[in-house]
C-alpha cells in the first residue's frame, strides 16, 4: 500500500472540509459551559461575546454543511485510495456520522433555544426570536435539548479527533496517501 498515487479532492471538497474543521473546533472552544443557565437566569445574551460568536459560528457550519452536501452531490466522483474493505467501510461510516453531527449539532441547539424561549443571538447586532413559538410544541416536552445539544457537541469533537488520528495513522504508518489527498498541496509526501 506504499506511495500510491491518489486523485486529491478538488479545491472546493478541501477548502469546505478545512474551513469546517476550524470553526467547528473554534464554536467548541466558545461553548462556555454555563451560559445556558445565564440565559435562563435572564441575561440578554447580546452582552455575552462569547454568546454571540458560538451561535454564529454554529449557524455557519450549518450553512456551509448544507452548501457542502449540495456540492458532495454534484462534485466529480472522487478516486479513493484502494485500501481493505473493512478499512474503507470504518471510513465511510465515520464520514456518515460527521455528516450528521454537522446537521445535528446545530439543530439541536435551535431546539434548545426556541423550546426555552432565547432568542437567536447573532453576530452585527442580528437577533430572532422566532423561534420561540416551539415553547408551546410536542417537541418541547420530548427532552432537554440543551442536554442533547451537549452531549452533541462533544461527541463531534470525539468523533472528529478519532477521523483525525486515523488520518495521520493513514499518513505516517500505511504512507498510503489519503491524508495528502484532502490537504491543500503535496505536503509531506
Ligand atoms: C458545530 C457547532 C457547535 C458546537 C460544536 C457546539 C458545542 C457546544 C457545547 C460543547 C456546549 C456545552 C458547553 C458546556 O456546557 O461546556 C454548547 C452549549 C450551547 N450551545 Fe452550542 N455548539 C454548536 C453550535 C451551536 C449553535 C448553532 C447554537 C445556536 C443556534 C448553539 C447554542 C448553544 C447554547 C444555547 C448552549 C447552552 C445549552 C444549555 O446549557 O442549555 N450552539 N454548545
Ligand atoms: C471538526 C473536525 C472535522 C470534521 C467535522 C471532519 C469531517 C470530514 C468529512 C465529513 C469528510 C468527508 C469529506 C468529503 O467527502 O468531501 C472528511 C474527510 C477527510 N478528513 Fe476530516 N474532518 C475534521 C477534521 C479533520 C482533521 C483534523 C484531519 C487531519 C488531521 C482530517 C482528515 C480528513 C481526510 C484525510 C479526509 C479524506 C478521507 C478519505 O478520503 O477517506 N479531518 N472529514
Known sequence: MNQQSTKKYDFLSRAFHWVTAIVV????????????????????????????????????????????????????????????????????????????????????????????????TLLWGVQVDKLNVLATSSIAKLVDWGDVHKFLGDVIVWVASIHAAAAIFHHLILKDGVLSAMLPYKWFR
Do not use: N, Y
Open 25 to 120: 473546533i473554534s464554536a467548541f472552544v466558545l461553548g462556555p459551559g454555563d451560559f445556558g443557565q445565564i440565559m435562563r437566569d435572564g441575561i440578554d445574551p447580546a452582552t455575552r461575546g462569547d454568546i454571540v460568536w458560538h451561535e454564529s459560528l454554529g449557524i455557519f457550519v450549518f450553512v456551509m454543511t448544507v452548501l457542502r452536501l449540495l456540492w458532495v452531490a454534484c462534485r466529480p466522483p472522487v478516486s479513493h485510495t484502494k485500501m481493505p474493505s473493512w478499512m474503507q467501510v470504518t471510513g465511510t461510516l465515520v464520514h456518515v456520522v460527521l455528516w450528521i453531527l454537522l446537521l445535528a449539532v446545530p439543530t439541536t441547539a435551535l431546539l434548545s433555544l426556541g423550546t426555552e424561549s432565547h432568542p437567536l
